[in-house]
């Protein structure tokens, strides 16, 4: 008999005992995936790509049969009549068919059997058979699927399994839901209670749960800790979302404080599945109501990206500007939606910078990456969300493939559809090309017609003839097309016949290439026919480049009122000359931007500019801190930097950085912080404004510091310090030292910190700078909590920071030094003054709503409850600091709670758990090069190591973590690791 356990610690065991000697986790995971996708057999070379992605063809081969070679002499298949592995020269596949048992597949059959028990009337909700049947399924389950088990050279192999583990987690979910429902029925509350809890520890935020649970404890007549439920609830919702129970909770908290709900006023409770999820994001623009033609492409598109493989479907619209590629790319869209039930994702990066798409990708899920600065970790953590969804990526304009590369997902079960006018580009990708020719006469004709109606066009034969004409001229693009329609639809005397003949003579005296002359065109000729306000709007639109804008910044550029602007919108709108975007804004389409761009003189182009520059400084001013405005405008914005550095023109552009300053840091929208301080250091070297200069330097510095470029910000706080002792400006001098300081502290040289926060501290107090002279109380007690021996320095710096925060209400900087007393009293150990201390941290958190801070709070409480030895409460409040970092993508914090989980673990005497997480927490640590964490992990791995027993793993850990301690001259790391040495 071999038996496979997926569920918690992967097991093989074969006749009742487990195998263990597999030489490699490739070997194991080999005979795990195909346990689990046990219903087919699977070619060779796709298991080999699955185990061994990054090696060639062959090398991956060699060492699929060297793994087939280990399972068959452990599973003793050589002397056995049916052997469990199949093999043949091109398939591998594993037998169930005898002596195989798979706990996944067990518990699918299980609620298989569930789902298809006959039953009349109301049973099902008594059923004793389902109950026992779902009794079974929930023993099975005895952890995630493949808990803690590691690939680490395989992505492919981690996708599979995160989305195998996110299924079964479903099931044993509705198991639960179900089987507490069945439970109650037969009054059973004792074991109804722990199957929602069993649920609850899956989903703790699941707010149906927490009804169930909150029932259940009613019926069993325990009211007081049903109403305490509510609590638990009201705490998680508001940690994790900032928001209160619903209202139908509310309802069940009043009724149970009632005493309404009890086992002798109990109904039978029906056995209703959960609740629907919430819908899956789609972000696909609408379709426009005159699409017709290319059936058949959209047939064969549709049949490439929703057909399931072993190839991840990727497919590229590529065609000439005008040709009705981003249609067509939004008609397949919605046609697919329900074929991809996780989600259907757009992006333009034509007018959204990648970046910003990263940001809404996450955002549709329920996720907040923006404060992650690094581009290549954010589309990692994006890519990682998607990784085990059925996702269709949509990408709109692609230029250049270098910076779409990082958005697209790895995962097969996600596709890629991207509309593009370059080849190569989409080749480079990876993309099967679909090139898009011009609508046929026939589609052309029909196209007028959606739009003009059949009647008008064929009014008589000479209209008809007309109509094809047109078409022709125009070289059948769909843009182009539209375009003269609805010109036509707005001139009800005008012929289709006189159209055909002003179009022509257009095309002839411009002259253009085939490409350019049938768009343009249709762009002259709409043109001409404009009225002469009409034309300087349509100019002015030019400005913006095809990204889209307000209607009060048209306004301001063409000098009319909002409502005339509004007016000229309209008329330029019914001439698909302009169109509605989101958020109560206007677009024009790039193509016809160029054209108004071109229809501009130099002298009113440069006036345009100017004028939208004018616009936004003030926009900037009125709106500093508003994160909506600011984000929705924030490419315009960048634009008039641009074209004000352009234009020479520098004080707009020391305005415009002055007014986004403090917005740029708190929204984390670094990297146009630093292209624009790039713009204004130019700007005050030419203005000869030594003060704007020095502050450019030190908001440019603080910026790199967030980013841990620390020897650029060295060098621009270097630069700023001269010009700021030079005009005897204290404040500058002051700042410029605490930021050298704080990057010296992060370095670990504490001695240089403590002489720069020394400095700017001197000149602090001096001059009473209150909020930045609590920073830098409190940088420096984190700095004596680092080298002082006992608390007195660290604990009144800290004591006094905090005083001058509160004197001054800066609850949002109160907090950081509530942490640090919560550590300083950690550190004697005083734990009930520490949880004090740490509560208000948390409450100010939420008081301010800021996630970051209230993680860091939830940190502190884990570290307290592991060392006074409440392990279980300590295990949660991690994982929800978990959820909380990562939803911030804070690496830095998330690999410290993975140390305290792993300490946790190793409490419990459950080593290899602790060495899992150790080791994760190592590789952030690596990744983000915090030195200390990365040697306090590794004494905690040297220890796990020694329990273990691998003596020489736990020596080399401990002599590592003794070189950095040596290398960053810390004594407390250096004495630790010699005490084990």
Known sequence: MLEIRCFGRAQVLLDGSELTRFHSNKAKA????????????????????????????????????????????????????????SIDTHT???????????????????????????????????????????????????????????????????????????????????????????????????????????????????????????????????????????????????????????????????????????????????????????????????????????????????????????????????????????????????????????????????????????????????????????????????????????????????????????????????????????????????????????????????????????????????????????????????LAIEIVAQKLKSRLRMTLAAMALRLGENLQRLGLSIGDRAIRGSFELSWQELETQTQQTFIAMGVFGGRPFRLDALAAITGLSELETEDELYALSALSLVQDAADMRYKQHPLLADFALEKASDEQQQAN???????????????????????????????????????????????????????????????????????????????????????????????GIEQSEYDKSWDQLERGLKLFQKLEDDYGIAKSKYFQGFISFDQSEYQQAETYLGSALDIQRSQKFCLDKGKTLDLLASLYLEIDDNLVRAEGMGKAALQILMDIDSKENMISVLRLLTEIEMFRPNFDKANKLVEQAISLSLEVNNKAELGAAYFLKLVIKRRIGELDEAASLGNECLQIFRAIGNKRFEGFTMRQLGLVHSSNNEYKDAESLLLDSLEIFKLIKERYAYASSLIDLGDVYNKLGKVEESRKSWQEAKEIGAFINHPLLISETEARL
């Open 92 to 478: 591998i596949g594993l037998h169930l068919d005898h002596a195989v048992l798979v706990d996944a597949e067990q518990l699918t059959a299980k609620i298989t059997a569930v789902e298809h028990h006959p039953h009349e009337n109301d049973a099902a909700e008594r059923c004793a058979s389902c109950t026992q049947t779902l009794r079974e399924a929930q023993a099975i389950y005895t952890g995630p699927f493949l808990d803690q088990f590691i690939l680490e050279d395989s992505s492919l192999f981690e996708q599979w399994m995160g989305g195998r583990r996110a299924e079964h987690e479903k099931q044993i979910i509705e198991v639960c839901h179900r089987l507490s429902q069945q439970l109650a029925n037969r009054g059973e509350f004792t074991d109804a209670i722990a199957a929602v809890e069993q649920w609850l520890k899956i989903q703790p935020w699941q707010e149906e749960a927490h009804q169930q649970l909150m029932r259940l404890l009613a019926l069993k007549g325990d009211r007081v800790q049903a109403l305490a439920q509510y609590d638990v609830l009201g705490d998680i919702l508001m940690a994790e979302w900032g928001v209160p129970p619903s209202a139908e909770t509310d309802d069940l908290y009043d009724r149970i404080l009632a005493g309404e709900i009890s086992a002798e006023k109990m109904a039978p409770i029906s056995s209703q599945p959960l609740s629907e999820p919430p819908p899956a994001p789609f972000l696909v623009p609408a379709v426009p109501p005159h699409f017709v033609g290319r059936d058949a492409l959209i047939e064969s598109t549709l049949d490439q990206l929703s057909k399931r493989s072993e190839n991840q479907a990727r497919v590229a619209l590529v065609g000439m500007g005008g040709i009705g590629k981003t249609t067509l790319a939004n008609v397949i869209g919605h046609r697919l939606k329900d074929a991809f039930p996780d989600g259907v994702l757009w992006g333009n990066v034509q007018t959204s910078d990648s970046h910003n798409l990263l940001d809404v990708w996450a955002q549709a899920y329920g996720n907040d990456f923006s404060g992650i600065t690094d581009f290549a970790s954010k589309a990692t953590a994006v890519r990682g969300l998607l990784a085990h969804k059925r996702v269709l990526i949509l990408i709109d304009n692609l230029e250049d493939a270098a910076a779409v590369r990082p958005l697209l997902p790895s995962s097969t079960d996600c596709a890629i559809l991207v509309t593009t006018r370059h080849l190569d580009e989409a080749v480079s990708l990876d993309l099967e090309p679909i090139q898009l020719e011009e609508l046929t006469p026939e589609k052309s004709v029909v196209l007028m017609e959606s739009i003009l109606g059949k009647e008008r066009v064929n009014r008589s034969l000479e209209e008809k003839t007309a109509a094809a004409k047109i078409a022709e001229l125009v070289h059948h693009l769909p």
């Open 30 to 85: 080999l005979l795990l995936y195909l346990a689990v996708e046990s219903n087919r057999p699977h070619e060779r070379s796709h298991l080999a790509g699955l185990l061994w992605p990054d090696y060639t063809e062959g090398r991956a081969r060699r060492n699929l049969s060297q793994a087939l070679t280990t399972l068959r002499k452990l599973l003793g298949d050589g002397e056995r009549e049916q052997p469990f592995l």
């Open 609 to 703: 500019m100017g004028l939208m520059i004018d616009y936004y400084v003030g926009f900037a001013q009125s709106n500093q801190l508003q994160y909506e405005p600011l984000t929705l405008e924030s490419e315009n914005i960048m634009a008039a930097l641009a074209a004000a550095h352009m234009a020479k023109l520098w004080r707009p552009i020391l305005d415009l950085t002055d007014a986004l300053a403090e917005s740029w840091f708190r929204f984390n929208r670094y990297d146009d912080a630093q292209l624009a301080y790039g713009m204004a250091e130019t700007a005050a070297q030419n203005l000869a404004d030594d003060l704007s200069l020095a502050h450019t330097f030190l908001r440019s510095a603080e910026i």
